[in-house]
Every structure is written in C-alpha cells, then in structure tokens.
C-alpha cells in the first residue's frame, strides 16, 4: 500500500511549455484533490473529482486542466506554463476518516 | 463563504515550553477543523480534526484542540515542545455540506523550537 504518489518530484519548464503532473492512489478512494502551496498562502484548491468522469474547479483552477478515467488516477495539465504556476504542487485522496496528501511535486516556471 | 485564519506566521517556543497556535474560522454554520503539520520537503499528515463529537479533541504527538463556538476557534496545543515539534503547521476547514472533501487551509504557522 503506497498510499498517495506523485511524480515528478521537481520540474523546471519554460514559459509556455506544457506538462502534466501525474497523481495516483491505491486506495480505491473515490475522491481526489490537486492543491498548490504559495509561502504565505497555504494550500489553495485547484481542482478536484469525486469520483472517475466527474471533476470540478476549485478556488484557482485558471491554466490547469484535469482528467479522470480511472478511480486510482488523476492527473493535472498546465497546457502553458507561466512564471505565476511556480509552486509546489500536492495531490489528496480522500479516505473515511482523513484526506491523505502526497509528498508534493515542485514546479519553477522561467 | 467560509474563511480560516491563523494568527502569527512564526512563533518560537522553548523546548519544554507550551505551544499555542492560534486558529479562528469565519462561517456561518461551524464547519469540520482540521490541523495538519508540514515537516520539510515532505506532504501534510494529520494531527486531528474536529467533526462533531467532543468539542476537546485529542490528537497524534501530543497535540490537542478545543472546538469554541463561541469564540469561532480552534486553537492548537501541547504541553511540552519537543525539538521535534518544529515544522509548520495549517488550519483548515471544510464546510458540513461538503464532507470535508473540499479544504480551505490557513496561512499557516512556521514552529520554532530553541533548546
């Protein structure tokens, strides 16, 4: 039971360019979550899905793009990558009793 | 709309000493609380969190919370700091009719423990 995993650990990209940041739990928990972390800040909810083929928009889903074709799976897109989408980025994946939330992946954005 | 503030971005405790960190929520309908700690370069675990039950809530290492409705607090403690105490640490909240799915986090307070 590997819990929560994302990969990359770090990503650099220039302006522009696309990626995605990839999510997955071995849970089987229905209900999925991408955060992003800005000193100062906190954690602010991107997007979110509650189960495979339904997702929805958090507080700051501007230039990010989700999907879910499976329940262990939930990726996240930034289709141009802008100097404001540097931030570390951390998936959660909701269980019974508590959210479980990845280790992170770190983004810089030139 | 529901908010969640932490007061005080850094706080410095003595080991030994107690540690208090301070957490208010502005909503209309108390929602579920939540504290989470951030050790470095690592993801966020959780310490405890308030549903419904017993308004002391008693969680992991040490730490409890009391839920104040009054006040609209939920206001972190421990006794005794520990060296390893030192970390950062976020309220958060989610609204009732969400089953704490969607979180709304704090700041967030940087601990510093001093020997």
């Known amino acids: 039971n590997a819990g929560v995993t994302q990969t990359p650990k770090f990503q650099v990209l220039k302006t522009g360019q696309s990626m995605t940041l990839q999510c997955a739990q071995d849970m089987n928990h229905e209900y999925m979550s991408w955060y992003r972390q800005d000193p100062g800040m906190g954690l602010r909810l991107i997007h979110y899905?509650?189960?495979?083929?339904?997702?929805d928009q958090g507080e700051v889903p501007n230039g990010y793009n989700v999907s879910r074709s499976t329940t262990e799976d939930f990726p996240l897109r930034l289709l141009s990558a802008a100097p404001s989408q540097t931030s570390v980025y951390f998936c959660?994946?909701?269980?019974?009793?508590?959210?479980?939330f990845g280790p992170g992946t770190r983004l810089t954005v030139t | 709309a529901q908010s969640v503030t932490q007061l005080g971005s850094h706080v410095s405790v003595s080991e030994g000493a107690l540690v208090l960190l301070r957490c208010n929520y502005s909503s209309s309908v108390p929602p579920y609380l939540f504290w989470y700690v951030q050790y470095p370069n690592q993801g966020l675990q959780l310490l405890l969190k308030y549903t419904s039950a017993a308004t002391l809530v008693k969680g992991i290492n040490g730490f409890e919370a009391e839920f104040k409705k009054s006040e609209t607090s939920f206001h972190l403690t421990k006794p005794s700091a520990h060296m390893s105490d030192a970390a950062e640490y976020f309220c958060a909240v989610s609204p009732r009719t969400d089953s704490w799915g969607k979180l709304q986090f704090g700041a967030g307070t940087q601990v510093v423990v001093t020997p």
């Open positions: 959660a994946s909701r269980g019974q009793s508590e959210q479980y």
């Open positions: 899905s509650v189960g495979a083929g339904i997702t």
